[in-house]
């Protein structure tokens, strides 16, 4: 297993799909051994089982020279000393050089639709290695049907070996009661409602257009709202920071940074309603964590998210901060309106858990194993 990106505390959404997974497949087949590979130290709290044995291969992957390096050369030669019956790789990087049956996870190839979003040196490695990895991975696993069909056709993959898990979101989610949520927005807003960004800061997520739009809907709604934006800042960040600093309302926008699965549920749960309006996305696991805390959603009308959110939200053109403004006035203006989008959340949210992405990727893993027995 590729468990590079499993260290608690700096989970994303890969990270938490590794780490949702793994930890219920490693619990349900004792009778499996398991080698997790990291390339630094790991925390014992992702060691699931004594059918577990943790392998630190040094160095720690920090840039694209590093990533190729641990691949060919480490991984490679720890596959050719055990000669496992698979290596799976739940972030879709492969050794080349392996003859290991392999199952590859794609959550998605934005890199090849929005190049831009990417460092240069990294975004060249994407887009030059991950073909040649989908054309050696014995399978493909990744999480949305929007996903599927543009590994198909972008890669030119048999669709028969392509197979698909929705994600999940942590079952801890659940909604606020009203006093709770009041005591949270008294902590982050002073007691204002608020829309809610979760996710990495960069580029592909839309932020400087959220910021716009949330600029136009306090123009012309003088309601005391605020933005709360939840994640880490990564790369390429400068237009975010250019359209918050020229803005008037910009102290009504609040950064909290990452926050941990219980803080994130309260603040999930207390807000007016979940904006996550990117350019290109996999999967979305915001939204499904916004419909488990009872929260309507705005999202964009593009790549998976109608997929995922089906009528459980109001849709926006992400490239137009006015039809995010629009979204956000018809949330806070139309009688029943939020009502009625957290009741669809209700039904729609049952559609996406982690045992069932679990099970789905152990079905893979076993086709894997069986076409190689």
Not at 62 to 78: I, N
Request: overall charge positive.
């Amino acid at each position: 297993m590729n468990t590079r990106l499993l260290m608690p505390g700096k989970l994303d959404g890969i990270g938490w799909f590794t780490f949702e997974t793994l930890k219920r497949i490693t619990k349900s087949h004792p009778e499996t051994h398991f080698y997790f590979l990291f390339d630094r130290n790991y925390s014992p709290e992702v060691i699931f089982g004594d059918n577990v044995t943790p392998v630190i291969l040094r160095p720690a992957t920090r840039h694209p020279f590093l990533w190729y390096f641990w691949l060919e050369c480490r991984v490679a030669s720890f596959l050719r000393r055990i000669k496992p019956d698979l290596f799976l790789s739940t972030d879709g990087f492969l050794p080349l050089r392996s003859k290991v049956p392999s199952l590859q996870v794609i959550h998605d190839i934005n890199f090849e639709h929005r190049p831009g979003d990417l460092p240069l040196v990294a975004g060249k490695y994407y887009r030059y290695f991950f073909p040649r990895y989908a054309r050696k991975a014995s399978r493909i696993l990744t999480v949305s049907e929007y996903s599927r069909r543009d590994i198909i056709n972008q890669y030119d993959v048999n669709e028969d070996l392509v197979d698909l898990a929705y994600n999940g979101a942590n079952e801890q989610f659940h909604p606020l009661a009203p006093e709770q949520a009041d005591e949270v927005r008294n902590d982050i807003t002073k007691g204002c409602p608020y829309f809610l960004f979760v996710g990495s800061l960069h580029p592909r997520k839309n932020i400087t257009n959220l910021l716009k739009a949330f600029q136009l809907f306090k123009d012309e709604n003088k309601a005391n709202f605020k933005l709360v934006l939840v994640g880490e800042k990564f790369f390429l960040t400068s237009p975010m920071e250019e359209q918050l600093e020229k803005m008037p309302n910009k102290k009504d926008v609040i950064f909290t940074g990452r926050l941990s699965p219980d803080r994130l549920n309260e603040v999930i749960g207390a807000a007016w309603a979940m904006t996550f309006v990117p350019y290109f996305e996999g999967f979305g696991i915001p939204i499904v964590e916004a419909m488990r805390c009872e929260i309507p959603v705005i999202a964009s009308k593009v790549t998976s998210l109608p997929e995922i959110a089906g009528d459980a939200a109001i849709y926006t053109t992400p490239e137009s901060p006015g039809s995010i403004r629009d979204a956000m006035i018809r949330i806070v203006r139309e009688k029943g309106l939020r009502d009625e989008l957290i009741e669809k959340g209700r039904k729609r949210r049952d559609l996406f858990s982690w045992g069932d992405t679990a099970r789905k990727l152990w079905e893979s893993m076993e086709k894997v194993m069986d076409r190689d027995a």
